[in-house]
């Protein structure tokens, strides 16, 4: 039997960005019941593209949130393949908000290319909604648990990663900014992206080694969506436990250890 040849860091985004991954609404069938989708920002419209609801997980009154790209071409149009605009941004803060109102943890799931970055998402104040969401994340006093079960890009991705506890998949893979975009402005050659994504170090087990995620969600040899079953059983096994622990602590003690956990992330020299 040969050995597996090991994944590069472009394998990795390839296999983040596979459709036939498990999406958000996936992984909340298999885990969560009674899921009641609460939609718009209250403000200016709804925004598809971030899927936030209610949810038991067992017995326990949840918040989730997560981005959605869509199954098929007309669900990739309306969600804008997962790139979100302000009203989906401010969408997932009205349900953090009311979380916190009700004493709920909040569990998001990661997997966009990065927010839209058109000109009418700017002018209705995308740079502010991303900002508000990080600000409102931080501060939160109930349990936040978030998980990179795809693409993690760029503030897009962190507006929902400010958490107590955050996971990535085996193949998922957190950055700045996609290797493509990263190629682009370093040496103005997007072909580049494959060596991009070596020096980014945008893997789950380069970020785990630098200490920006807590824990890694093994996938299947070819990738989550080979045995998508063996994932949502490691996943409730990482849910059940963490929120076990965040569960039994004080708003106050939950807020100052994710700041002190938050400000360590670049301080591990040994890992540079």
Not at 10 to 35: C, E, K, M, Q, W
Not at 91 to 110: C, D, G, S, V, Y
């Amino acid at each position: 039997m040969t050995t597996p040849k090991p994944r590069t860091a472009a394998d990795r985004v390839a296999l983040a960005r596979n459709p036939l991954r498990p999406s958000v609404t996936d992984y909340i069938d298999h885990l969560f019941t009674g899921f009641f989708e609460l939609c718009g920002d209250r403000r200016q419209a709804e925004d598809a593209s971030i899927l936030g609801g209610l949810a038991f997980y067992k017995g326990t009154p949840v918040t989730v949130i997560g981005h959605r790209k869509g199954k098929t071409l007309e669900e990739n149009l309306r969600m804008n393949f997962g790139m979100s605009s302000p009203e989906g941004y401010r969408k997932a803060q009205r349900l953090m908000r009311q979380a916190e109102k009700f004493k709920r943890p909040i569990i998001t799931f990661i997997d966009t290319p990065g927010a839209y970055p058109g000109i009418e998402a700017e002018a209705r104040g995308q740079g502010e909604a991303i900002a508000s969401c990080l600000a409102l994340m931080s501060r939160l006093t109930v349990p936040t648990i978030a998980v990179v079960t795809g693409e993690g890009g760029s503030g897009g991705a962190l507006a929902l990663g400010v958490a107590d506890r955050i996971f990535m998949l085996e193949n998922a893979v957190f950055s700045v900014l996609s290797p493509e975009g990263f190629a682009t402005i370093l040496w103005k050659d997007a072909s580049r992206s494959q060596e991009a994504a070596e020096i980014m170090r945008l893997t789950a087990q380069d970020l785990l080694t630098l200490g920006v995620i807590d824990g890694i969600i093994h996938e299947p040899p070819n990738g989550a969506h080979e045995e998508p079953a063996s994932v949502y059983l490691a996943l409730d096994a990482v849910l059940t436990r963490e929120l076990s622990v965040l569960c039994a602590q004080s708003g106050d003690a939950l807020r100052k250890s994710r700041y002190k956990k938050l400000r360590a992330i670049g301080n591990r020299k040994e890992a540079l």
